[in-house]
């Protein structure tokens, strides 16, 4: 019995690297301990065969909530997070840069997106309770540097 546990252990481990990405995501988001700019978290993300967040339900936007708290990247009183969404190629129409389509479903803070000082470009969820921010979307400087999520794109790849 304990050699059939053994082989199974090493099948999954084997399994676990040849399937890298899974490895790395062991569910649908990735989030690296890392800042980056919005465009080097596009490529991060990208070169991990994933994307960077796209939230287009209520429902994607409760989950990526809940990948970022159970990470190590969690600060209870600030979280700033780089998601996909930009209107770099046409300014004030915002579209999720992976897939080409308006944003839906939003949730902006109120008064923004504000395109502040004519810079931000890029969209965050931010967490500040001091300001009473709770998760909400703000856009910001695509140069800035800050954490973000990467997520499987669809269809969403299970753990053995
Ligand atoms: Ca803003």
Redesign the pocket.
């Known amino acids: 019995m304990k050699t059939l546990a053994l082989a199974v252990f090493i099948l999954a481990t084997v399994h676990c690297f040849a399937q890298d990405l899974q490895c790395l995501s062991p569910s649908r988001f990735y989030i690296p301990a890392y800042k980056a700019n919005w465009f080097k978290a596009t490529e991060h993300c990208n070169s991990l065969g994933m994307r960077l967040a796209v939230i287009t339900t209520a429902e994607d936007n409760f989950h990526i909530i809940e990948a970022i708290k159970s990470s190590s990247i969690y600060n209870e009183t600030r979280t700033q997070v780089w998601i996909a969404g930009s209107d770099l190629a046409q300014k004030g129409e915002f579209i999720w840069q992976p897939t080409g389509t308006w944003f839906s479903y939003t949730r902006w803070m109120p008064g923004?997106?504000?395109?502040?000082g004519g810079i931000?470009h890029c969209t965050e969820i931010r967490h500040i309770p001091a300001l009473d921010v709770h998760w909400l979307w703000?856009?910001?400087y695509c140069a800035d540097l800050h954490n973000f999520v990467c997520e499987n794109a669809a269809p969403r790849r299970v753990v053995p």
């Open positions: 923004q997106p504000d395109n502040a931000e703000n856009d910001l």
